[in-house]
């Protein structure tokens, strides 16, 4: 699915924004002059938008207000400036109480960020897993240890080595698998972020290994569908921009499903609602959310077994879900049409949106460039 398309409605080009949402979190900071958070909202891109990267160019994530205490212009600025009291205890659709499981976690970062917004006083539980063995672990990331005391200090979160997301019945340990009376254990949401397959090279997720993602990605849904509650969602996190958004997940991720069904597939596509059902189960892809890491301290992305981070301010989390919500104690990620009562933790982006942040980034940088042009005068 490309991420780019012409709006005849629109007076500049914008990214595609179908089943597209954002933080209220993100979207308060892009408002109040965030650069990061306005690239991660609206996706500009020198080919897609030449003016707007060329007066406002993108800077690195950390520069966010909310990374941490941050020293910008001259003036400290820490997540503290934003009152992030709106959103009750609601980040991302993770919420106190939840029973989730990750896989694929590299450091353990996105485990312990989840832990944090579910896990409270005996409530909630994390189930946080690792391809890798934790020796291997410990002697490529520095911070490791420090990350794994804090995750075991929860009395609520298990933490497992060597589980592999397209063999979770075979590779998760007996206890978390079944519960104390015997019936399999459920979690309200499965998350993958940024699957590949392991290259030694370090370019992965190219096009020469696209079909093996692909594959990875529809293995992983079929092993965790099983393991889902009645309204959990799958979450995968990618990158939008080319490779990976030609991987078509919102449709690719469903497809083991049907095929595991005999479903034929004419009978089943719908484009990017495309439903599949497994144990009696509708699924669809339900949007996606634009990623934002400063909501999910302490993460950090990273390569399989490397150290170093990677920039992913165009990145998205892939949500699916079934087709039809029944009502339970937990929200789904993405808000219910019509569902007025709800408190919703992202809201959809829109062209309106996307306007709105340019014209308000090209006016900050204008005034940034007078400030600059008025002090070169004073120096003369």
Avoid at 31 to 36: L, V
Avoid at 332 to 361: C, W, Y
Wanted: hydrophobic share 30%; with cysteine; glycine share 8%.
């Amino acid at each position: 699915m490309s991420t780019k398309r012409d709006t005849s409605n629109a007076s500049h080009p914008t990214r595609n924004i179908d089943n597209l949402y954002c933080s209220t979190i993100t979207y308060a900071c892009a408002k109040s002059g965030c650069t990061s958070c306005a690239y991660k909202i609206c996706n500009f891109d020198i080919a897609l938008d030449v003016e707007f990267t060329r007066c406002v160019p993108n800077v690195r994530p950390e520069c966010c207000p909310r990374a941490g205490d941050a020293t910008k212009g001259g003036v400290k600025r820490s997540c503290e400036d934003h009152d992030d009291s709106s959103v009750e205890n609601i980040i991302l659709g993770y919420q106190k109480g939840m029973s989730v499981l990750t896989v694929g976690d590299g450091d353990f970062t996105f485990s312990l960020a989840v832990a944090r917004l579910v896990c409270d006083k005996g409530s909630g539980r994390v189930v946080a897993t690792s391809y890798e063995e934790e020796a291997t672990l410990q002697k490529v990331y520095p911070d490791f240890e420090s990350t794994l005391k804090e995750l075991q200090g929860h009395n609520d979160v298990d933490v497992c080595y060597q589980v592999d997301a397209t063999r979770l019945d075979d590779t998760l340990p007996k206890s978390l698998k079944s519960a104390q009376d015997g019936r399999q254990r459920k979690y309200h949401r499965i998350i993958w972020n940024f699957p590949c397959t392991a290259i030694s090279s370090g370019q992965d997720g190219q096009n020469s290994a696209m079909e093996e993602n692909k594959a990875l990605v529809r293995q992983f849904v079929c092993n965790a569908l099983p393991y889902l509650s009645l309204n959990g969602e799958i979450v995968v996190a990618h990158k939008t921009k080319p490779p990976y958004c030609q991987w078509g997940l919102e449709v690719v991720a469903l497809e083991g499903l049907r095929n595991n069904t005999g479903t034929d597939e004419g009978e089943r596509r719908g484009g990017d609602k495309e439903v599949s059902a497994a144990n009696g189960i509708e699924f669809e892809y339900k949007g996606r959310v634009v990623f934002d890491k400063c909501l999910l301290k302490p993460y950090t992305p990273r390569k399989a077994l490397d150290r170093k981070s990677f920039p992913c301010h165009d990145a998205c989390f892939y949500v699916f879900g079934r087709s039809k919500v029944i009502a339970g104690d937990y929200q789904p990620t993405i808000p219910i049409q019509d569902e007025k009562e709800s408190f919703n933790s992202v809201v959809p982006v829109t062209e309106s949106m996307i306007g709105e942040l340019r014209a308000l980034h090209l006016r900050l940088a204008e005034a940034k460039q007078g400030d600059r042009s008025r002090k070169r005068r004073r120096k003369k």
